[in-house]
């Protein structure tokens, strides 16, 4: 199994910023891409931003929010700038790719949540 960890996730005031990290371990083989996701209450979980063949990003975080990935890390980094109180909510690291374990499976893996809070 691929298990993932979310970190970075706090209250910060309008304008501020936040780095979410996310880190993947267990039976990875290769990973296709990594991305990240937000959910309020309320709402379907939606797409922020994903880095796989291409980088694609929400139309509310372009120009303000930057993916990235280290892969001899297995890690995924969101950098978050002029943050503003809609961009509030649990942000979950989705990470998709090839587990072997015995044999080679297609993996589509979530973490757990991180709490971003714009407010001041």
């Known amino acids: 199994q691929v298990h993932l960890v979310e970190s970075g996730g706090g209250l910060v005031q309008p304008g501020g910023s936040l780095r979410l990290s996310c880190k993947a371990s267990g039976s990875i083989f290769s990973i296709h891409a990594m991305g990240w996701y937000r959910q309020t209450p309320g709402k379907q979980r939606e797409l922020v931003a994903d880095?796989?063949?291409?980088?694609i990003y929400a139309d509310s975080v372009k120009g303000r929010f930057t993916i990235s990935r280290d892969d001899t890390k297995n890690t995924a980094y969101l950098q978050m700038n002029n943050l503003k109180p809609e961009d509030t909510g649990v942000y979950y690291c989705n990470v998709r790719g090839i587990q072997h374990n015995g044999r080679y499976t297609d993996y589509d893996s979530w973490g757990q949540g991180t709490q971003v809070t714009v407010s001041s």
């Open positions: 880095s796989g063949s291409s980088t």
